[in-house]
């Protein structure tokens, strides 16, 4: 058994929601081990979308501009009946809240190895693949004597692929992002929690050179019998998704034949075109789409993030988002309690602000599966029909579009006051203005840095300055920042002065109009206070 060694954060299963987390913790100055069973990328596509909130998320570890070369905008996702008419349609905007379009496709083996890429030039942070991780558990190593309590050391048991002897390396924390099967989530003990919803689906990636009919945005095919999903990823490369039982074959002769009858609404395939040649199956694989919760996110200071925490139905795009937002959410939070010596009990706050939100966007997306393609009785054709009626309704189709990652719910980190007039701020994201800085234009975040920030439309009192200081936040007044007025609009629909932002730019607190001062600083203070100040106070490059 070889000699274990000591590191902050270990993070088990190094796809994008591990590997982002690494250069998320980097940032704020924390080392960790990525541990990865594959030695290389998984080659094959998976998620193909994500929205503008992601993207700032990209953008956060410093790849938004290589992942803009090879994303594609969508226009949107729409919704068809079986003779393919439009039922409704739900636009996306190609400048959204977060700065960035609000639908992008892409393939994710290459956002993978743009990530890859960032975390090789990252000196905090350490990949090791074909590693299998056999145990994670929270005991005390010898030579430490640390209490064997919540925030005692934890033990990850790995074995080298190939090699049969057992290495250990002792973590601060251990973030949990492998997977669906994930080892992490038993050794918490945690169970899934069943949101009833389960069926087995199709997944056919293509590429090809042929004309094929498409909006530039997604559709599903809302249909009793053969419900299906198309979007166009790439240049030449496209997805359909269709419900799909094992014993139904696409391969051979017939199977060919089955799946020109299947694309055909969209693309031309004569029968005497042979399989591959200008229509390409890249791949072809049959998942059972699942809607699930993990009834416990964290023990101690090991934690669930991905799809080791929650598992989403595709339909309207959001698994690998969800994910990712998991990760934006932990990290600063850990980074601030490994670094600068804030409480434990800050922790607290990732299940308690992300498991209900992931539990909402995951119920969207059943809601969307029954109602449109779940289901052959009776009720599927009337819950359609109540559907596409309530679509027509003004206004419906953008609160939907709107609710699929609402406002964070009143917390301990979230101060909302009771609204009397205008919007609740609190628990919303910033939105993110092209601004200018020192002559050049620069998106918001690149000035905020990535610690706590106070954006005000008046000049500081010094309630706020005193908060500012005591965060070590920039104070930036939003009328030097040349965003034709748009945050100062912000500000003023939500009767607020001043807002005091999180490191992932949400919302905390706020100074209402006329009163010079946070709502609720009393609240909040104890769990963001340090022991110590350190560089990662201050905004980050």
């Known amino acids: 058994m070889k000699t274990a060694f000591r590191i902050p954060v270990v993070i088990v299963g190094a796809g994008p929601v591990g590997v982002t987390a690494a250069l998320l913790l980097a940032r704020h100055g924390v080392r960790s081990l990525l541990l990865e069973r594959h030695r290389d990328i998984y080659p094959l596509p998976r998620a193909v979308v994500v929205d503008d909130e992601v993207r700032r998320i990209l953008q956060s570890v410093d790849v938004h501009e290589e992942f803009a070369a090879i994303a594609r905008p969508a226009r949107g996702l729409r919704l068809l009946d079986a003779r393919h008419r439009v039922i409704t349609e739900f636009p996306r905007s190609p400048h959204g809240h977060h700065g960035f379009p609000q639908t992008s496709m892409f393939d994710q083996p290459e956002l993978e ?23 994670v558990t929270r005991s005390v190593p010898r030579d430490t004597g640390a209490p064997d309590g919540p925030t005692g050391p934890v033990r990850v048991t790995f074995r080298r692929d190939g090699g049969g002897e057992e290495e250990h390396v002792w973590a601060d924390a251990v973030l949990g992002c492998d997977g669906a099967g994930s080892v992490t989530r038993d050794a918490i003990g945690a169970v899934w929690e069943d949101l009833h919803f389960e069926e087995s689906w199709r997944v056919i990636d293509v590429r090809t050179s042929r004309r094929v009919r498409t909006w530039e945005g997604a559709e599903q095919i809302c249909c009793p019998t053969r419900p299906a999903t198309f979007m166009r990823v790439g240049e030449d490369r496209y997805r359909w998704e269709f419900r799909l039982a094992h014993d139904e074959p696409l391969d051979g002769p017939d199977g060919w034949a089955r799946l020109r009858e299947l694309v055909a609404p969209w693309v031309d395939l ?15 694989a049959q998942y059972t789409f699942r809607a699930r919760v993990a009834d416990r996110w964290r023990r101690g200071r090991v934690f669930l993030l991905g799809d080791a925490a929650h598992l989403t ?67 599927a054709a009337l819950r359609r029909a109540v559907v596409g009626a309530a679509c027509r309704i003004p206004g419906v189709t953008a609160a939907v579009s709107r609710d699929l990652s609402p406002a964070l719910t009143a917390g301990p980190l979230v101060r909302c ?6 919007r609740v701020l609190a628990g919303t994201f910033c939105p993110q203005p092209w601004v200018q800085r020192d002559g050049r234009r620069v998106r918001l975040d690149d000035v905020l ?32 920042l040349g965003d034709d007025g748009r945050l100062a609009a912000w500000l003023a629909s939500g009767r607020a002065e001043a807002v005091l932002l999180r490191p992932d730019r949400v919302v905390m607190d706020t100074v209402p109009v006329g009163t010079g001062d946070f709502t609720d600083t009393a609240a909040w203070a104890p769990l963001v206070h340090t022991a110590r100040r350190t560089a990662d106070a201050r905004p980050g490059p």
């Open 270 to 284: 004569p029968p005497d075109v042979p399989p591959g040649g200008d229509f390409e199956v890249i791949r072809q």
């Open 113 to 135: 190895r743009l990530l890859r890429e960032a975390l090789a030039r990252r000196p905090e942070c350490e990949l090791r693949g074909g590693v299998e991780v056999v145990s």
């Open 449 to 480: 840095g990535n610690s706590f920030a106070v954006l005000t439309a008046v000049p500081p009192t010094p309630p706020m300055t005193a908060v500012a200081t005591a965060l070590g936040a920039p104070m930036v007044q939003v009328d030097d």
């Open 417 to 422: 006051r009771p609204r009397l007039t205008g």
């Open 313 to 379: 139905p595709p339909f309207i795009g959001q698994g690998l988002c969800t994910g990712l937002r998991d990760a934006r959410n932990l990290t600063w939070k850990l980074a601030r309690v490994l670094r600068q010596g804030a409480h434990d009990r800050l922790l607290d706050t990732y299940e308690l602000e992300r498991k209900p939100h992931a539990r909402h966007v995951i119920r969207v997306a059943v809601a969307v599966g029954w109602a449109m393609t779940g289901g052959q009785d009776r009720g």
